[in-house]
């Protein structure tokens, strides 16, 4: 119904930058939220930021000042920009994309399969 792509990720170097895209693709009525998650080795997935329709943003403490989520609501397309990344910012990345269903107005939440961030010099 709903598919989820992240693409973006790679290896990149300490205080390096990079851009995370998130696609969604199907039968859309419209889209809530978008956000991003983490998931690092051994630990759970966590939230890193989040946008709603509405325009608010929300990012967590561990990477404010430093990652930046945004839109392109013509596509489907949320991003999230990585500046001065650190290593401890090594994980998979995933994007989960709340939709709103057309009936009854209830929400559904897609994962996209995830994208490698390594940082490492």
């Known amino acids: 119904q709903v598919h989820v792509v992240e693409s973006g990720g790679g290896l990149v170097q300490p205080g390096g930058s990079l851009r995370l895209s998130c696609e969604a693709s199907?039968?859309?009525?419209?889209?809530?939220?978008m956000g991003w998650y983490r998931q690092a080795p051994g630990k759970q997935r966590e939230l890193v930021a989040t946008?709603?329709?509405?325009?608010?943003?929300t990012v967590v403490d561990s990477v404010k000042g430093r990652f930046t989520i945004s839109r392109d609501n013509a596509k489907n397309t949320a991003y999230l920009q990585m500046n001065s990344v650190k290593p401890e910012d090594t994980a998979v990345y995933y994007c989960n994309v709340l939709v709103v269903a057309t009936m009854g107005g209830s929400l559904t939440g897609y994962w996209g399969q995830g994208t490698q961030v390594t940082v490492s010099s």
């Open positions: 199907g039968i859309i009525f419209s889209i809530y939220a």
């Open positions: 946008s709603t329709s509405g325009g608010s943003t």
